[in-house]
């Protein structure tokens, strides 16, 4: 079956060059092929996120890993591109649409540890490896008795550590094991009552200029999951809102089911001494009405912030930026 707009010319998909990347790339590739006859090829691009040895709180976290994207997107070298949601940033680039958000895999957090060992049974003073305050946070409020370590690199490097005996666990998110074939690390796993997701985490984005989403592209709305875009757009907005970005403390986590959004979030302190924790659930008759999931999010993040969630991510990015 052929899509209305394909072509028997190669379509141009933009990912950088991590293993994870082109094996969540190369999935959407062929989704979209399956459903629509398009052929596609990939097209590997380097950031600044992939070269760069600091830290991701240093560089501020969200936009490193997809303003090289962007940049080619632009100029016109590749047709589309697709990212980890969560490493997209609120404010939409001009002049792009996130063409498709496919069907999210699973948003939650894994703990992959030596000998087997679960999250509980860590022993007092376990040195944990996580780049992620928000994960760092809500972490220190479950067990303030264990070492978090900043960490970096692929997933694969990060494994190595707790391989090699210099950490005795890492915390990464579940749907990226599952890329890259790492699920059989994973020794516990991190439900949302224990620990939020990023906003946007197991989803992926399939990102493409504006005029070309309605012509040429239109084909890239066969792999967009509505229930899935309603869920990210609620968690993103409560972002959005608290002026925070992929390197602040905060975890927010939608579910669409029969007719309804329920929305948790939260933004703990660095030490996971404070917390400010909100949860609401709305009538979403479609998941198509985006406004709806909008105004969840922004009603759940604005009552939070009346209970100092604002102050909780500003003394983050304080801690993030003193020398």
């Given at each position: 079956?052929?899509?209305?707009?394909?072509?028997?010319?190669?379509a141009?998909?933009?990912?950088?060059?991590?293993?994870?990347a082109t094996?969540?790339?190369q999935?959407?590739?062929?989704?979209?092929?399956?459903?629509?006859?398009?052929a596609?090829?990939l097209e590997?691009?380097?950031?600044?996120?992939?070269v760069t040895?600091?830290?991701?709180?240093?560089?501020?976290?969200?936009?490193?890993?997809?303003n090289?994207?962007?940049?080619?997107?632009?100029?016109g070298?590749?047709?589309?591109?697709?990212?980890?949601?969560?490493?997209?940033?609120?404010?939409?680039?001009?002049?792009?649409v996130?063409a498709?958000?496919?069907?999210?895999?699973?948003?939650?957090?894994?703990?992959?540890a030596r000998d087997g060992?679960?999250?509980?049974?860590?022993?007092?003073?376990?040195?944990?490896g996580?780049g992620?305050?928000?994960?760092?946070?809500?972490?220190s409020?479950?067990?303030p008795?264990?070492v978090?370590?900043?960490?970096?690199g692929n997933?694969?490097?990060?494994l190595?550590k707790v391989?090699s005996g210099?950490?005795?666990?890492?915390?990464?998110?579940?749907?990226?094991?599952g890329?890259?074939g790492r699920?059989?690390d994973v020794?516990?796993?991190?439900?949302?009552e224990?620990?939020?997701?990023?906003?946007?985490?197991?989803?992926?984005?399939?990102?493409?200029?504006?005029?070309?989403?309605?012509?040429?592209?239109?084909?890239l709305?066969a792999?967009?999951?509505?229930?899935?875009?309603?869920?990210?757009?609620?968690e993103?907005?409560?972002?959005?809102?608290l002026?925070a970005?992929?390197?602040?403390?905060?975890?927010?986590?939608a579910?669409?089911s029969?007719?309804?959004?329920?929305l948790?979030a939260?933004?703990?302190?660095?030490?996971?001494a404070t917390?400010?924790r909100r949860?609401?659930?709305i009538?979403?008759?479609?998941?198509?009405?985006?406004?709806?999931?909008?105004?969840?999010?922004r009603d759940?993040?604005r009552?939070?912030?009346?209970?100092?969630?604002?102050r909780i991510?500003?003394?983050?990015?304080?801690e993030?930026?003193?020398?």
């Open positions: 079956m052929t899509a209305e707009g394909t072509t028997s010319v190669p141009r998909l933009g990912t950088r060059r991590s293993t994870m094996t969540q790339s999935g959407v590739a062929d989704t979209i092929t399956e459903r629509t006859g398009q596609i090829e590997l691009i380097t950031s600044f996120g992939d040895k600091a830290h991701l709180t240093q560089l501020g976290g969200t936009g490193v890993f997809v090289a994207l962007r940049d080619e997107l632009v100029a070298t590749i047709d589309f591109a697709v990212h980890s949601l969560k490493d997209l940033p609120t404010t939409p680039a001009e002049g792009l996130l498709a958000i496919p069907e999210r895999d699973d948003p939650r957090d894994a703990l992959c060992l679960k999250f509980a049974d860590l022993p007092a003073g376990a040195k944990v996580t992620s305050p928000r994960r760092v946070a809500q972490l409020a479950l067990r008795d264990l978090y370590v900043p960490i970096r997933a694969e490097t990060r190595g391989t210099e950490l005795d666990a890492v915390v990464l998110a579940h749907a990226g094991l890329r890259v699920r059989d020794t516990d796993v991190f439900e949302p224990q620990m939020l997701p990023a906003p946007g985490q197991g989803a992926l984005a399939v990102e493409c200029r504006t005029e070309r989403a309605g012509s040429d592209l239109a084909y709305g792999v967009d999951h509505p229930a899935t875009r309603a869920e990210v757009v609620a993103r907005t409560v972002l959005s809102e002026e970005g992929c390197a602040a403390p905060v975890g927010a986590f579910e669409y029969e007719g309804s959004l329920r948790r939260a933004v703990v302190a660095t030490n996971g917390a400010v949860e609401r659930t009538d979403l008759a479609s998941p198509d009405d985006l406004d709806t999931a909008v105004g969840l999010g759940l993040a009552q939070m912030i009346a209970e100092g969630a604002d991510v500003a003394e983050a990015f304080a993030r930026d003193a020398p």
